[in-house]
């Protein structure tokens, strides 16, 4: 009856016990966090050394027995996870009567997590840029208990992460990352780089290593896609910038099943290198204002009238208009350049994608081998890709896929087959 009365009293001082949900614990100060998890921690580490005391009582019973088949043998410095972050243990030894280990169950368990992996792989993309070695811009890890990160170790939750610990466990993550991201077939309906099925998801496919953008490498490097799921059955927009050996291999791999877009910026920036730095701001909107008609014909007429002027300013530049400015107008020849022009008359979905790259990747400065790149590229892709957003006019994707069908005249083609 005095421990009820006892307890009754102490909840009378303190009050009822609130519980908070997730949504309560972010939204408080980091302050306020970092006092909750310093004082959760210890808690959560005597929930350990509790584990696996039991555990050894009911193999050994208790200390200084000499009764059973196990006794006690001391204890050996260990490590757990908490909070994303490794902290050391003592953990008890239990031998039989023939003086061989047994393994405690529990301390296996605790061992098995890999909780924090993807956390500390998310760290090193993204924060403190660990493959440099270089002293962190934010600290690795949870903020609480790393004050002064120092090169070659990282200081954390009172225990030190060598950087070779940290090397390693990024190189299992990356390299599972890179196997499975390298190896899964693609979903059907995706049709292209960037714009997956009608729902408009932005979805990285594949990447190959090449020192340049020719034909030979590229043309097998797109047939593979075909070959692991890509559906071109319905034709394909295809966004390049000026690669001539791109272009080649994507008339080889895809054949008269892709319409090519010429990036618009690309061309337009091409033909101003060729003029002075006076004259290049005025062609610059002169040429954009062109691109920006919402016809096919309005679009041609004003780029062929800025190719006669550029033909008696500059012939280099006007030749560089002439080259391939039938692909830059292809969007407007499907009649889908003002639902869709915004996002496929240039290369930015690319071009935004590797900018996202360069903060992951940017900062190393010395790679290996090749298969630190390929690890370390995979990471980042698989890291970047939940963060996409879709295209804008994903809604239009199906007026698209008509206007496809119908240049290319694949409707006819099945129609045909199908008789």
């Known amino acids: 009856m005095r421990s009820i009365a006892n307890r009754h009293g102490k909840r009378k001082r303190l009050g009822e016990a609130a519980g908070w949900s997730a949504m309560d614990f972010h939204t408080q100060p980091m302050d306020t966090k970092v006092e909750l998890i310093r004082a959760l921690i210890p808690l959560g580490l005597m929930a350990v050394q509790k584990m696996l005391e039991v555990e050894v009582c009911r193999l050994a019973g208790g200390r200084y027995s000499r009764d059973g088949d196990h006794y006690r043998h001391g204890t050996n410095p260990g490590s757990v996870k908490l909070q994303g972050q490794r902290h050391r243990v003592r953990v008890p030894r239990v031998r039989d009567r023939r003086a061989q280990e047994v393994p405690l169950e529990s301390w296996a368990a605790l061992r ?103 034909a030979r490498v590229l043309t097998p490097f797109l047939r593979d896609l075909v070959d692991r799921g890509l559906d071109i059955s319905q034709g394909l927009l295809v966004v390049i910038d000026g690669s001539k050996g791109l272009r080649s291999a994507v008339r080889q791999a895809f054949g008269k099943y892709a319409v090519v877009q010429r990036c618009q910026w690309h061309k337009r920036e091409n033909v101003v290198a060729y003029l002075s730095k006076a004259q290049q701001p005025i062609w610059r909107r002169r040429l954009q204002q062109a691109y920006e008609r919402p016809t096919y014909q309005e679009a041609k007429g004003q780029l062929m009238q800025l ?60 790679w290996k081998n090749s298969n630190q790149k390929h690890r370390w590229l995979a990471a980042s892709l698989m890291d970047i890709e939940p963060r996409l957003r879709r295209i804008q006019g994903y809604r239009h994707l199906p007026k698209l896929r008509m206007a496809l069908m119908k240049a290319l005249r694949i409707e006819l083609t099945i129609r045909k087959e199908a008789a």
């Open 112 to 214: 098995e997590t890999r909780e924090a992996d993807e956390v500390l792989l998310r760290r090193v993309l993204t924060d403190c840029r660990v493959a440099t070695m270089r002293r962190p811009r934010r600290p690795c890890l949870e903020q609480l208990v790393c004050p002064q990160p120092v090169s070659h170790t990282l200081v954390c939750g009172g225990d030190r992460r060598e950087a070779q610990g940290v090397s390693r466990a990024g190189f299992i993550e990356t390299a599972a990352g890179s196997g499975s991201s390298r190896r899964q077939d693609l979903c059907r309906g995706h049709p292209g780089h960037c714009a997956g099925g009608h729902d408009g998801r932005q979805v990285p496919l594949d990447f190959v290593q090449t020192g340049t953008e020719n």
């Open 307 to 366: 190719h006669q002027e550029l033909s008696v300013l500059n012939q280099s530049a006007a030749a560089s208009l002439h080259e391939g400015l039938e692909e830059t107008l292809s969007l407007h020849e499907l009649g889908v350049f003002p639902l869709l022009g915004q996002s496929f008359k240039t290369t930015n979905c690319l071009e935004s994608l590797n900018a996202l790259i360069e903060e992951r990747c940017g900062h190393v400065d010395h």
